[in-house]
């Protein structure tokens, strides 16, 4: 597994428990959930492997467009709106707009789920 989505955010795996598992990384928060009384309020990201760094600022760039598009009044229907982006290369500048083609903005993803 590469990407895991709905993962809580708890500092116990944010470092490596073993050497053969190794520790996570999270992405910007999506979602933030009410918290029981003695809890505090959950935080849910995407998480990777700690290890693979590219996938991960990926990973979080993408979250970051979803936020970028629901800000920018940019949907499904105007997502040619996303701006090329190259921080990834050249061969990846239409990554971003895609994702956005495909999902939507941050609020059209909670209002599909």
């Given at each position: 597994i590469e990407v895991l989505s709905g993962v809580r955010i708890e500092q116990k795996y944010d470092f490596a428990s073993s050497p053969t598992l190794g520790g996570f990384h999270f992405s910007i928060p999506y979602y933030y959930g009410?918290?029981?009384e003695g809890d505090d309020?959950?935080?849910y990201s995407l998480a990777t492997r700690d290890?693979?760094?590219l996938l991960s600022s990926f990973v979080n760039c993408v979250?970051?467009?979803t936020i970028y598009a629901q800000e920018n009044?940019?949907?499904r229907s105007n997502s040619i709106d996303i701006p090329p982006v190259s921080l990834f290369g050249s061969e990846f500048t239409w990554a971003f707009?895609?994702?956005i083609d495909y999902s939507g903005s941050h609020y059209q993803l909670f209002a599909k789920n």
């Amino acid at each position: 597994i590469e990407v895991l989505s709905g993962v809580r955010i708890e500092q116990k795996y944010d470092f490596a428990s073993s050497p053969t598992l190794g520790g996570f990384h999270f992405s910007i928060p999506y979602y933030y959930g009410n918290g029981t009384e003695g809890d505090d309020v959950s935080v849910y990201s995407l998480a990777t492997r700690d290890a693979d760094v590219l996938l991960s600022s990926f990973v979080n760039c993408v979250v970051w467009a979803t936020i970028y598009a629901q800000e920018n009044n940019i949907a499904r229907s105007n997502s040619i709106d996303i701006p090329p982006v190259s921080l990834f290369g050249s061969e990846f500048t239409w990554a971003f707009r895609d994702a956005i083609d495909y999902s939507g903005s941050h609020y059209q993803l909670f209002a599909k789920n």
